[in-house]
């Protein structure tokens, strides 16, 4: 692995970078204490070309491959985590589509996906079950030329806005199928969002599937091949996640590093007290050691490979340095860190939400510990 970025790659990070600081960031806080979704920015990243970065010209996308995603998601999820998981989300039924879609698929779903005219989801978690896909219930049966799909599904994210689900269904026979839904169909619902802690705005609600009739030119794969589908497809979720953790933590660590300088105690900034600069020391190496498993788990992807385990490691691990460095960032702004005016309030909840979504903690373990055994 070469660890110097081409001069495309530093152009794309460093365009991002400008983008959010001057058109994400200032709309953060708004977007955390309204939970509103923010429509104008998810066009604005499309047209940019963000929403299908890994993903060929021929099939609508911008061809920097998952590194120049990785690059571009961080520099969004720190300035705005919700807004970087509008475009991480919209990436995985992309991935489903660009690993397992016919041709035709992939011209009708997967590039306007990609080019930003079109905002996706995916629909897996139900009442019962976020963790385990052998207790979904949601049921596909045949009907004439297509499927009828009937189920509850449980937070799902852009739901309200999304204009294309992927959704994993039980079939007649064994195992998953996994289909588009055209969220205009009759019989797709969404509730009121969930007044989730943080990545507020992402539009997370409950969707019931009231009898959706899909065509059979929406089946992704073949028949009984939705949990293949899926691992692959939240393979990519969960390296989406795996940056979101990082880029929260930078940001925790910037804000850190700027509070420590001006705060004073004692008639001197607290930037110079050594307990503080442990903290700062510990945010800094646990994030560079995140970000290069982040990194290396994209640079993997570039080369066609299998990320299963890699994404796992990046998630739990990413997750872990998010959710601590947030908490060491709280303690260096003391009381006033605490506050909702403080940008560190808001990356502190943020940061637990990479701990549970796309997977829990114990899931990724599982599937670590499982691969190391087998
Ligand atoms: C903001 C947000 C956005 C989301 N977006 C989406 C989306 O777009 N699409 C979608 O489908 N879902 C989405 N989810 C759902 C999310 O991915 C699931 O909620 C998550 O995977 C956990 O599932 P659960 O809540 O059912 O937890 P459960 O499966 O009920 O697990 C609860 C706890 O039990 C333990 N546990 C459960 N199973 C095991 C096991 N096998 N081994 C060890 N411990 C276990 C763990 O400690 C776990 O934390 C979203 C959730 C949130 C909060």
């Given at each position: ?30 977007i955390d204490?309204?939970?509103q ?16 970065l ?12 998952y590194l ?155 028949e ?19 940056v ?26 607290i930037?110079?007290?050594p ?100």
């Amino acid at each position: 692995m070469d660890f110097n970025f081409s001069e495309q790659e530093k152009m794309l990070q460093k365009m991002a970078r400008d983008f959010a600081i001057k058109s994400v960031r200032p709309l953060a806080a708004e977007i955390d204490s309204s939970g509103q979704f923010p429509s104008a920015l998810a066009k604005e990243i499309g047209k940019r070309g963000y929403q299908g970065l890994p993903y060929p010209a021929q099939c609508g996308g911008s061809g920097v491959g998952y590194l120049g995603y990785a690059l571009v998601l961080e520099q969004l999820c720190q300035a705005s985590m919700t807004v970087g998981a509008i475009m991480a989300i919209n990436t995985v039924p992309q991935e489903a589509i660009f690993r397992f879609g016919s041709e035709q698929q992939k011209q009708a779903f997967l590039s306007p996906l990609a080019r930003g005219e079109l905002l996706g989801g995916i629909a897996f978690t139900e009442a019962e079950t976020g963790s385990d896909p052998k207790d979904i219930t949601a049921a596909s049966k045949k009907n004439g030329d297509g499927y009828v799909i009937t189920g509850q599904k449980q937070f799902v994210a852009l739901a309200p806005v999304a204009d294309l689900l992927l959704v994993f269904a039980r079939g007649e026979g064994k195992g998953l199928n996994a289909f588009i839904i055209d969220t205009s169909s009759d019989g797709y619902n969404v509730r009121e969002p969930c007044q989730t802690m943080g990545l507020r705005g992402l539009g997370t609600s409950v969707v019931y599937l009231d009898e959706v009739y899909v065509p059979w030119q929406n089946l992704i794969g073949k028949e009984g091949q939705g949990f293949e589908i899926l691992l692959e497809a939240i393979s990519l979720g969960r390296l989406g996640v795996a940056v979101e953790g990082i880029a929260v933590a930078q940001a925790a660590l910037e804000f850190s590093l700027g509070y420590a300088r001006q705060r004073k105690a004692s008639g001197r900034p607290i930037a110079q007290l050594p307990t503080i600069q442990w903290h700062l020391a510990e945010m800094a190496s646990r994030i560079e050691a995140g970000r290069w498993l982040v990194y290396r788990t994209a640079f993997l992807r570039d080369q066609g490979l299998d990320i299963k385990y890699e994404s796992s490691v990046a998630k739990l691990f990413a997750s872990q340095v998010a959710v601590e460095v947030t908490r060491m960032a709280m303690q260096v702004g003391g009381s006033y860190g605490t506050m909702k005016t403080m940008e560190v309030e808001r990356l502190y909840r943020d940061a637990k939400m990479t701990e549970i979504y796309v997977g829990v903690s114990e899931i990724q373990r599982n599937i670590i510990a499982e691969h190391l055994i087998e």
